[in-house]
């Protein structure tokens, strides 16, 4: 029987999301997949290092769930784009202190961690 607590996968996929979102992403990726303009390959590139490491982290333990890291890639890249629509159009930036920067930075990371606890009752479910 697959475990209910999925707190191995969970803290796979945080571990993923610390490094691709905060260690490997810098301020061209991080400034430029949130602009009007020339966003597409910032974030492009920033999914991608999402892919990579995901995808790493999966082949080293569980190969069978190498299909995690894409679906993982496809909503990341949604959640960031919708981010970055709000970025853009609104002028959501600490920059400009906009008063919903903290609550849109807070609200992306809550997609991409609720994504990841998702996931990982699936894999739980599946192991």
Same mark, same amino acid.
């Given at each position: 029987?697959?475990? %209910?607590?999925? @707190?191995?996968?969970?803290?796979?996929?945080?571990?993923?999301?610390?490094?691709?979102?905060?260690?490997?992403?810098?301020?061209?990726?991080?400034?430029?997949?949130?602009?009007?303009?020339?966003?597409?390959?910032?974030?492009?590139? $920033?999914?991608?290092?999402?892919?990579?490491?995901?995808?790493?982290?999966?082949?080293?333990?569980?190969?069978?769930?190498?299909?995690?890291?894409?679906?993982?890639?496809?909503?990341?890249?949604?959640?960031?784009? !919708?981010? =970055?629509?709000?970025?853009?159009?609104? =002028? @959501?930036?600490?920059?400009?202190?906009?008063?919903?920067?903290?609550?849109?930075?807070?609200?992306?990371? !809550?997609? $991409? $961690?609720?994504?990841?606890? =998702?996931? %990982?009752?699936?894999?739980? !479910?599946? !192991?």
């Amino acid at each position: 029987m697959a475990s %209910s607590v999925p @707190v191995g996968w969970m803290l796979l996929l945080t571990i993923k999301h610390v490094i691709a979102d905060f260690l490997l992403q810098n301020s061209w990726l991080a400034i430029g997949k949130d602009q009007k303009t020339g966003w597409a390959l910032p974030l492009l590139a $920033h999914c991608l290092v999402h892919l990579a490491v995901a995808m790493t982290l999966i082949l080293m333990i569980a190969p069978r769930f190498w299909f995690i890291a894409l679906i993982d890639f496809a909503i990341h890249i949604t959640v960031d784009r !919708a981010k =970055g629509i709000c970025v853009s159009t609104f =002028g @959501v930036t600490l920059k400009n202190q906009h008063p919903w920067f903290w609550t849109l930075i807070g609200i992306d990371q !809550a997609l $991409h $961690h609720m994504t990841g606890f =998702g996931l %990982s009752i699936f894999m739980a !479910a599946n !192991a």
